[in-house]
């Protein structure tokens, strides 16, 4: 996940950064602390239906700072692996629209 976040250009990670009102250091790469981040503005927003594309929150099912065990050498999703790891992604999202204060 976030392969369209590396491929941001120094000076737009700064204006993406900024326009959700972060402050401090640019995240350099697509880790669980900026996936989090992202999901949080997005669920943060006033519409009544939220989409979290499920291939940025790869990095909160692996619980480290990218989601390439996720990932196969072409990129695709290992499913075996996403499965074994469902129960984590389920635990993090879950706390992120409860902490949006959404209703799962």
Request: with cysteine; hydrophobic share 40%.
């Amino acid at each position: 996940g976030g392969e369209w976040w590396q491929s941001l250009s120094a000076e737009e990670k700064v204006e993406a950064w900024r326009a959700l009102g972060c402050l401090g250091s640019v995240p350099e790469t697509y880790d669980s602390k900026l996936a989090t981040t992202l999901a949080e503005h997005a669920l943060a927003s006033k519409s009544v239906l939220t989409f979290l594309p499920l291939r940025d929150l790869l990095p909160l099912a692996s619980g480290s700072p990218g989601s390439s065990e996720l990932l196969d050498d072409q990129g695709r999703m290992l499913v075996e692996e996403l499965c074994s790891k469902a129960g984590r992604l389920t635990g993090a999202v879950k706390a992120l629209v409860k902490g949006s204060g959404r209703k799962l």
